[in-house]
């Protein structure tokens, strides 16, 4: 599904330099803020099930940490490349600022496909990871969590690791773990209700009435199930559901035009977020191409699965109904196609901002954690509503102000604030 030649390092550096143009910004803050500050490459070796080692590539990446520990997740992935981890680690600065928490941004990964290992196999790798790179990171250097095809399960084990080879106990250095081992309530659902809380806020700037709305999403994980759950308490309708088929490798679109019904899909969805076909056509699903996810009659997108997802190639088969499009996975919509969403005046809430919530309540879980105090899930939920209704309006005035869109304002708003703290820190 990648473009030909597509990178996705590239393209968060072309965002950034547009950004620093527009704000003035002097050449060594550019210099500083365009490229990672330290980065990791290592190699990972893991004794198979069947005796033989096979030898893992893994990563991790510190874009920038002048407001605070590195923070962001680890990637499965068979597809991952370095430029891929720089930018989810630019992304992830520019998110923690504009949700204004006190983190700097990273990024991790492995070359890997999870579906192809046992679960001994996959705790063997996680424990191998925290092994190469315990020394640079922690909970007060860098602070990972669980991302594409990983787990509060991975994060447990490398929780575990680190705690070995640091001899006491540092809850507060990885997020994302399960609820009674240092998680915090409301983590599994935060990404996704965050997607709604600014959708909601973006739906009464545009005067529509979110009950009576309809939207496509592209993925059923973690992030599209938990957005689908709470847009649904809010009365809205999902029409279609697009996700991946380990079977077929390819991406399929379910289809129900008088609304999904989530607990009926999340039933019959393997832990990897793909649909069970056989069953959804039992149950009455029209199934299409995975493509067709982007030219369905509704009036918001959720692009909740992968990068690269809105192109120069399929942008123009957005139908004319579309009013909004919340980026719910990190880097779905390339420069090409936002110049055209843009130009058909469809809101776009950025990824950064958009999804932003999975780091807020990180941040809340790692609070929680050195505090060795956790919250109740409306308790979490409730500030996390908070933090994302004032990140939005906040982002959403400076765009009337200025008159750019949402996403060159979120970009302003975030890269003032890191160019801020490295200025006071005497950085640069
Ligand atoms: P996940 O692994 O739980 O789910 C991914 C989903 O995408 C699966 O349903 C899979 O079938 C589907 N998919 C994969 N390729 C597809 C394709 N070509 N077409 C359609 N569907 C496809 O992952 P997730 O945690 O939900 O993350 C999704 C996105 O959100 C990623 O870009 C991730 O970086 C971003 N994100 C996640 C979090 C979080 O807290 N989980 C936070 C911020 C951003």
Redesign the pocket.
């Known amino acids: 599904?990648a473009e030909k030649g597509f990178n996705a390092y590239h393209m968060a550096q072309t965002q950034f330099d547009n950004v620093a143009e527009k704000l003035e910004m002097d050449q060594a803050v550019r210099a500083l803020l365009r490229e990672p500050l330290r980065e990791y490459h290592f190699l990972i070796p893991v004794r198979m099930d069947d005796g033989a080692f096979r030898i893992f590539k893994g990563f991790r990446v510190q874009h920038n940490d002048a407001r605070g520990p590195c923070k962001g997740?680890i990637?499965f992935h068979p597809q991952e490349t370095a430029d891929t981890v720089r930018a989810?680690a630019m992304w992830m600065t520019w998110?923690c600022a504009v949700a204004d928490i006190p983190l700097g941004g990273g990024k991790g990964g492995v070359i890997c496909d999870p579906h192809d290992l046992s679960m001994r196999e996959q705790e063997a790798l996680c424990r191998g990871w925290v092994r190469q790179i315990y020394l640079n990171v922690g909970p007060v250097q860098d602070v990972p969590?669980?991302?594409?095809?990983t787990s509060g399960q991975h994060m447990l084990w490398m929780l575990d690791e680190y705690e070995r080879l640091s001899g006491g106990k540092y809850p507060g250095f990885i997020t994302?773990k399960p609820v009674g081992m240092g998680g915090s309530l409301g983590?599994t659902e935060?990404?996704?209700y965050g997607v709604i809380y600014h959708t909601r806020e973006a739906l009464k700037d545009i005067e529509m009435d979110i009950s009576k709305t309809t939207a496509a999403v592209?993925?059923?994980?973690?992030?599209?199930?938990y957005l689908i759950e709470l847009y649904n308490q809010y009365g809205g309708k999902v029409r279609s559901?697009?996700?991946?088929?380990?079977q077929e490798k390819?991406?399929?679109?379910f289809i129900k035009k008088e609304g999904v019904n989530l607990p009926m899909l999340r039933g019959i969805?393997d832990r990897?977020?793909?649909?069970n076909r056989t069953k959804a056509k039992d149950l009455g699903y029209e199934i299409t191409a995975?493509?067709e996810?982007i030219d369905q009659n509704v009036d918001i997108l959720f692009p909740?699965?992968?990068?690269n997802?809105i192109t120069g190639t399929n942008v123009e088969s957005i139908s004319k109904q579309v009013k909004l499009i919340a980026e719910?996975?990190?880097?779905?919509t390339t420069p090409e196609a936002d110049t055209v969403i843009n130009g058909r005046k469809i809101t776009l809430i950025p990824?950064f901002l958009a999804?932003?919530?999975?780091?807020t309540c990180?941040y809340f879980e790692q609070v929680q954690s050195n505090m060795n105090y956790f919250w109740s899930r409306d308790e979490v939920l409730g500030k996390l509503d908070e933090k994302m209704t004032m990140a939005f309006h906040a982002v959403l005035d400076l765009s009337k102000h200025r008159d750019v869109p949402l996403r060159e304002s979120a970009y302003m708003i975030a890269i003032s604030r890191v160019a801020e703290a490295c200025h006071m820190r005497g950085w640069v």
Not at 145 to 149: G, R, S
Request: glycine share 18%; net charge negative; charged share 15%.
């Open positions: 599904m997740g990637r989810l998110k969590a669980p991302d594409v095809m994302g983590r935060a990404t996704g592209q993925g059923f994980g973690n992030v599209a199930q559901v697009s996700c991946w088929d380990q390819k991406a399929f679109t969805t990897f977020g793909s649909i995975g493509e996810w909740a699965a992968l990068e997802s719910g996975a990190n880097g779905p990824d999804n932003a919530g999975g780091v990180s």
